[in-house]
């Protein structure tokens, strides 16, 4: 009995010895002896995306609201109108970070049409009447390089889709950036009252999305 314990022991530590390494050494004057060991770090890629609400390197499923309420005297007249909603100064601004260990990352929009009323006979609204400024935030975040990102421009045809895609550099392969998006309505159309957007039904959702290599 204890010799097949003795060998069931050998055999589980087997594995382990193609791991390890020894040496000896015998003699009369100066003796070195050396065993070597090698080391692995196994890094995971990652990528994060913030627009709007969130925790850096946490997921947040909140929905920031964008809203354009236009003065009655002020219908189409071509002075573009800064909105509501966010998460900066409650005035139509989001924050914006990205962070990718695997080089260059793309970014886009992708829209699924004009912006609707949904009222029979209503005109739409183009998304290049909604226009956004890019800009550095007013704190910054220690592991984060602060400064303008490039919006990626939406998409304004009939059916939406992705918009184009802009490319956010790495530096040795690595993109630890944010800054701030502040969106305005160019308000250059006179149009039939009701609300334009405002929900998935009127094409109002926007999706940003982020890839890597």
């Known amino acids: 009995m204890k010799r097949l314990l003795l060998l069931a022991a050998l055999a589980a530590t087997a594995p382990l010895a193609a791991w390890s390494e020894s040496n000896s050494a015998t003699g009369a004057s100066g003796l070195t002896a050396s065993a070597r060991l090698d080391f692995g770090i196994s890094i995971p890629k990652v990528l994060f995306l913030q627009v ?4 850096s390197y946490t997921d947040n499923a909140e929905v920031d609201n964008i809203n354009f309420t236009v003065p009655a005297n002020s219908v189409g007249n071509g002075t573009a109108l800064v909105g509501t909603g966010g998460d900066l ?5 989001v924050t914006v970070r990205l962070l990718g260990n695997s080089g260059d990352i793309s970014l886009n929009s992708t829209t699924t ?6 009222i029979a006979g209503n005109p739409t609204v183009p998304w290049s009447d909604i226009l956004v400024t890019p800009g550095a935030l007013p704190s910054a975040t220690s592991r984060f390089t602060n400064g303008a990102i490039a919006h990626p421009a939406f998409n304004t045809g009939a059916s939406g889709g992705p918009g184009a895609p802009t490319t956010v550099a790495a530096t040795g392969r690595m993109v630890r950036r944010e ?6 309505y160019a308000n250059t159309k006179t149009l039939p009252g009701g609300t334009y957007g405002g929900s998935v039904a009127n094409n109002g959702l926007v999706v940003y999305s982020a890839t890597v290599p």
């Open 179 to 184: 800054g701030l998006w502040l969106y305005t």
């Open 89 to 93: 100064f409650s005035m139509s601004v």
């Open 52 to 55: 709007g609400t969130g925790t």
């Open 113 to 118: 049409g004009p912006l609707d009323s949904g």
